[in-house]
Structures are given as structure tokens and as C-alpha cells.
């Protein structure tokens, strides 16, 4: 697992919610409940992010930042 910060993280998150690029970062967000995906190069990146159990392949731009919801708590 690489580079997950948080505001407020509870391990189960931390276990289900992660990136496999160094390269990259994930930022997650208490007051709002967003994750932020980031590219901290001046080169595209390749990435795989796992959002609470789910994986996808993501393309970043250089220095991109995209946004993604978080799951909701039923």
C-alpha cells in the first residue's frame, strides 16, 4: 500500500482503500467525503487504486488531481 493520507482513517480503510504507485497519493477527507487522487510528477502516471475492495486502472495527467465519492456507510 502506498502513500494513503488521511484527516480521519480507521484501519478497515486502510486495508480496502490504497494506491500501487509511489508516484502517486490518496488523500481522503472527513468533512467532505471525498477521495483525491494525485499525480505529484510532472509525468503521466499509471496507477491502481482500490476503493473499498474495488480496483481500477487509472491514467493520471501530470500534477492531476481527480476526485472520487466515497462509500456510503449502510
Same mark, same amino acid.
Given at each position: @500500500?502506498?502513500? $494513503?493520507?488521511?484527516?480521519?482513517? !480507521? %484501519? +478497515?480503510?486502510?486495508? %480496502?482503500t =490504497?494506491? +500501487?504507485n509511489p508516484l502517486? *497519493?490518496l488523500?481522503g477527507?472527513?468533512t467532505?467525503p @471525498?477521495?483525491?487522487?494525485?499525480?505529484?510528477?510532472? *509525468?503521466?502516471?499509471?496507477?491502481v $487504486?482500490?476503493? =473499498?475492495? !474495488? +480496483?481500477?486502472?487509472?491514467?493520471? !495527467?501530470? +500534477? %492531476?488531481?481527480?476526485? =472520487?465519492?466515497? !462509500?456510503?456507510? %449502510?
Open positions: @500500500m502506498y502513500c $494513503l493520507t488521511t484527516a480521519h482513517c !480507521k %484501519e +478497515s480503510v486502510e486495508e %480496502e =490504497f494506491t +500501487s502517486t *497519493e488523500n477527507y472527513e467532505n @471525498m477521495w483525491a487522487l494525485v499525480n505529484n510528477t510532472n *509525468e503521466p502516471q499509471e496507477t $487504486l482500490t476503493l =473499498f475492495g !474495488k +480496483s481500477e486502472t487509472i491514467n493520471l !495527467k501530470p +500534477s %492531476e488531481i481527480r476526485w =472520487f465519492g466515497v !462509500k456510503d456507510d %449502510e
